[in-house]
């Protein structure tokens, strides 16, 4: 059944890179979906953040080991770069877009302030670290196939590689964000299913977070130590002192690194 439910959605990924490709006539088409099809931010950021690669492993631990005030993580990346990225930045960032006839986000920025340097300087910045972000996704599809089908890493990574590169190459942009739709639909109905069956299990809600505030004294001591004070709690504030080193970690380097950080993202700026 497992085998079964991935090719149903591998054909169906397939099917949207058709129509994707079916729909793009020019590099207008290819590159910012005709400047007609409303961008599909939510499956794009889901997508970043599910796959499951060596990396996220580890981050996963880090939600266990800090709790529940990575849920901020969760707020400025729904506030920030949902809200703010598409309410207010959005329309001006079509407009201008529009305006110069900017297909890329270096393009954009190169003709918005009539300045070659600043769009090769952005095209070179991208070029260099993207393919790091684009690795990552990829091991984490790549490590999801081994698992589904029980095959080799490197032939895993192939048909991991061959799927996406179709529907990129074929269907464009618009390829890229009928298939971003499909998966955002997929992971919301997931994880609000995962979310009512774990707090089921626990008891409800208020049972559930009763119980994980009671765990407190579990907290291992080299964490007590950094300011952490229970699973259901933020970290202990403060200055010039080590017990608050967890909040300035949680909060500097994860919440605002990773929650404000989505705006400077270029496939973001393009889906704008």
């Known amino acids: 059944m497992d085998i079964v439910v991935i090719l149903v959605y ?8 058709w129509m994707g490709y079916r729909g793009t006539k020019t590099a207008t088409d290819y590159l910012v979906a005709g400047r007609k099809s409303a961008s599909v931010h939510y499956g794009f950021e889901l997508r970043r953040n599910i796959h499951f690669n ?5 981050f996963w631990r880090r939600c266990g080991l800090f709790g529940m005030s990575l849920l901020w993580l969760t707020f400025c990346n729904i506030f920030v770069g949902i809200f ?18 900017a297909h890329t986000f270096p393009e954009l920025l190169g003709r918005r302030f009539d300045s070659k340097f600043i769009q090769i300087f952005a095209g070179l910045i991208i070029f260099v670290f993207m393919p790091l972000y684009s690795a990552a996704v990829l091991i984490g599809g790549t490590e999801f196939v081994c698992t589904a089908f029980n095959i080799d890493y490197d032939v895993a990574l192939l048909i991991f590689s061959i799927i996406v590169a179709a529907y990129v190459i074929a269907g464009g942009l618009k390829g890229v964000m009928y298939t971003d739709a499909l998966q955002g639909v997929i992971m919301f109905i997931g994880m609000t299913i995962l979310l009512a069956f774990a707090y089921f299990k626990v008891g409800g809600v208020i049972e559930g977070h009763q119980t994980l505030s009671s765990l407190s004294d579990l907290v291992p001591g080299s964490l007590k130590s950094m300011g952490h004070r229970g699973w259901t709690m933020m970290p202990q504030f403060g200055f010039g002192d080590a017990k608050y080193d967890l909040w300035w970690i949680v909060v500097s380097t994860i919440v605002l690194g990773v929650g404000i950080g989505v705006l400077a993202q270029p496939q973001l700026v393009v889906r704008l």
């Open 84 to 101: 703010i990225a598409f309410v207010l930045l959005g329309g001006p960032a079509r407009r201008i877009g529009h305006r110069l006839d």
């Open 54 to 58: 060596k990396r996220n492993r580890r």
């Open 10 to 17: 591998l054909l169906s990924v397939a099917y949207l890179g």
